[in-house]
């Protein structure tokens, strides 16, 4: 436990704690507004579309580098 020697330490650390509640808190606001935003319907769609795409690509780009052909298998 830290000893104080006069009241300017105690208002000092006092004002120090204040200051660092205040960061913590727009921290935490913050967080919650990025939370917010990736979880949007048009973050979430575009996220998909951009998955879709990126997977059509490699798998493109595969099959060309590997000489990869779809077989088509008829009854």
Known sequence: MK???SFEEIDRDLKI???QNQIDKEEIRLSIEHTKES???ISL???LVGSILQKAFVLK???KIFGV???VTSR
């Open 39 to 41: 979880l949007s319907p």
């Open 69 to 71: 052909k779809k077989v």
């Open 3 to 5: 000893e104080y020697s």
């Open 17 to 19: 704690l204040k200051l």
């Open 61 to 63: 780009a595969v099959s």
């Open 45 to 47: 769609v575009g996220g």
